[in-house]
């Protein structure tokens, strides 16, 4: 069964700093999809960022980017410009490509609070 | 589009009451996805459909839970009869597959409180 580790429960950054949040994952498949996903105390989730397994290219969007290392089973995140809307929790996610069976849902890391300071 | 649209918001019941939430995807998706979050258990995968046959509902925790979708544009998820420690978010999701993965969409969440 894969399973996805955030090691960091709190990160704290600087506004206008950049910060990077870790995620490791457990999986012996070779295609699949990593997640970053943003919960704010409004608690809804919303997408940040994806990474397709057979892309070597790192994810970029606006501000956020990855550090994907497929042999290392790594996907850290980082944000750029931190800003204070970007204070929320930050879950690392994973799934199969194979949409087959009980591999179409996501599992989640247990999630990053970040904190950010004016 | 609005969203995944999930009702009610909050949700506060008495123990041995059933509770019934509601989610509506967003149309087109082929997906739909049951979540629940607590503290001590993180996000954990309920259940799921495509095209509104149950794929897999070995998330489900016991026979109080049980989630239908009846038609492409609603679901529910029952608990009958409630407990306490049945307290938590619940979240809806619905993905379109289409060849490719185009994300998940969530819902705002149902907040249960089962007192």
């Known amino acids: 069964a894969q399973t996805v580790t955030q090691s960091q429960p709190e990160m704290s950054v600087q506004e206008a700093e950049t910060v990077t949040l870790s995620c490791t994952y457990d999986?012996?498949?070779?295609?699949?999809?990593l997640f970053w996903y943003k919960q704010p105390p409004s608690r809804q989730m919303i997408l940040v960022i994806r990474q397709e397994a057979y892309k070597q290219q790192n994810a970029t969007e606006n501000r956020f980017s990855v550090n994907f290392q497929k042999a290392a089973k790594s996907f850290s995140l980082k944000i750029s410009d931190s800003q204070l809307g970007d204070a929320a929790m930050y879950f690392c996610?994973?799934?199969?490509?194979?949409?087959?069976?009980?591999?179409?849902?996501?599992?989640f890391g247990k999630g990053t609070k970040l904190s950010v300071k004016p | 589009d609005a969203g995944v649209i999930q009702s009610p918001r909050h949700e506060v019941t008495e123990m041995g009451q059933e509770v019934t939430l509601r989610c509506k995807p967003i149309?087109?998706?082929?997906?739909l996805f049951w979540y629940r979050q607590t503290m001590m258990r993180g996000l954990e995968l309920l259940i799921y459909?495509?095209?509104?046959?149950?794929?897999?509902d070995s998330g489900m925790p016991e026979d109080r839970f049980s989630a239908k979708m009846p038609n492409a544009s609603f679901s529910t998820l029952k608990i009958q009869p409630s407990e306490p420690r049945d307290s938590a978010v619940y979240f809806c999701?619905?993905?379109?597959?289409?060849?490719?993965?185009?994300?998940?969409?969530f819902g705002s969440g149902t907040r249960l409180t089962v007192v």
């Open positions: 999701a619905s993905s379109f597959w289409g060849g490719r993965d185009y994300g998940y969409t």
């Open positions: 459909f495509n095209n509104n046959v149950p794929i897999d």
């Open positions: 149309s087109g998706h082929d997906y």
């Open positions: 999986t012996s498949e070779s295609d699949y999809y």
């Open positions: 996610a994973y799934r199969s490509r194979n949409y087959g069976g009980s591999q179409g849902n996501l599992i």
